[in-house]
């Protein structure tokens, strides 16, 4: 798979996933975070993304979450990014802020007395003052706030392509700030950045420029949406897909196709169910930008019939990388790849097939 004259062995990538376990609220990546990453890249994927990643302090979901806020920050991704390359992937980064959702993390078994509803004393800026259901009611951005917003992604998107990210994975789904800029559900602003379509994206294309300008031509952009809110008066896939177009207009390589999390809903969760999403994006762009998809997809077939079938150019595996952060060797060889020739397992296991 190529982005911009950047090429990974293959068309598997591990999708960021918060590991919610750094260790003195400082945003820097610890031992955990090098051997998580740089086991799944010794496994065979093509492309990683490290779990998202805060702009700002308060844009973070809770204490333990990554951070590209300041420079100090830098050194620390630094060896991220060399365990990633070293095991033979493309480092890539989720680069996000949590909007309302922030100091509420989704899954918080470390967090003392925070079982649930947002962190006490933490500060939530959102487009509009309307609280995700159980948490607070975040304050809303002012035009000059959203300026600084703008910066922050700006700042950080410098710092990870100083520390090696070759790919800047804007966040713009479940819920988070970018979307909830996005859709009508959480976005109720009566000024330029809401109300049509137009409006509500001003916030996301912003950024996408920004971030864009920050990164230089060699490296690529990509920015993950939920395509839909699953919801009768949200998001829909169809506005997702003209949007789709906007974005890869401002400079947008990659777009990676989730769903939800902006309100509660009734979400038909099955194997692949967000694949048909990720195939409406594909056709808008029509090549003119590169899409993943994700969710529920966890076996090899099941993956290669989606890329056969030009659902989608690249699927990326979450869940089911946490159980088995060897999977895309594994899934080569089910395709009937000869393993060390087709798939090379690290070369330290070689007595692995002595039987
Ligand atoms: C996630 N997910 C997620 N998504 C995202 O955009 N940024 C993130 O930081 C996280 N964090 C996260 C942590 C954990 C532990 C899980 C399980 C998931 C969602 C993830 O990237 C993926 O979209 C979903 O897990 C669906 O894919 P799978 O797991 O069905 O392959």
């Known amino acids: 798979m190529t982005m911009r004259g950047i090429t990974a062995r293959n068309r598997l990538w591990l999708p960021p996933m918060c590991m919610y376990c750094v260790e003195a609220a400082d945003g820097v990546p610890t031992d955990w975070h090098a051997v998580h990453y740089a086991t799944r890249a010794q496994g065979g994927f093509g492309t990683i993304i490290v779990e998202a990643t805060a702009v700002t302090p308060e844009g ?13 920050q830098v050194e620390g991704h630094r060896r991220l990014v060399e365990a990633i390359r070293a095991g033979g992937s493309i480092p890539g980064i989720q680069l996000g802020h949590g909007g309302r959702k922030s100091g509420t993390p989704p899954m918080r078994p470390r967090v003392p007395g925070a079982r649930q509803g947002t962190l006490e004393g933490w500060e939530l800026w959102a487009p509009s003052p309307v609280a995700f259901p159980g948490h607070a009611v975040p304050t809303e951005l002012d035009v000059a706030g959203i300026d600084r917003l703008v910066e922050a992604f700006a700042a950080a998107a410098r710092r990870a392509v100083e520390a090696g990210y070759e790919v800047i994975e804007l ?107 990720a195939a409406q994006v594909r056709q808008a762009v029509a090549g003119g930008a590169q899409v993943v998809g994700v969710g529920l997809i966890e076996d090899a077939s099941q993956a290669e019939q989606a890329l056969a079938t030009g659902q989608a150019d690249a699927i990326a595996v979450g869940r089911a990388a946490l159980r088995d952060p060897y999977l895309p060797l594994r899934w080569a060889a089910d395709l009937g790849a000869k393993a060390w020739d087709e798939a090379p397992w690290p070369i330290q296991y070689w007595r692995a097939t002595w039987r």
């Open 171 to 277: 966040h713009g789904a479940h819920g988070y700030l970018i979307h909830e800029f996005l859709s009508p559900l959480s976005n109720r602003r009566g000024d330029g950045y809401g109300g049509d379509a137009q409006g509500r994206r001003r916030f996301p294309l912003r950024v996408v420029e920004a971030v864009r300008e920050a990164i230089g031509e060699g490296t690529v952009l990509d920015i993950r949406l939920s395509a839909t809110d699953w919801d009768e008066a949200g998001l829909s896939g169809q506005e997702t897909a003209e949007f789709a177009q906007e974005l890869v207009g401002a400079g947008v390589d990659v777009l990676h196709i989730s769903s939800g999390g902006n309100v509660p809903a009734d979400i038909p969760v099955g194997p692949g169910y967000q694949l048909g999403l």
């Open 60 to 72: 973070r979901l809770s204490p333990m979450d990554l951070g590209l806020w300041e420079d100090a």
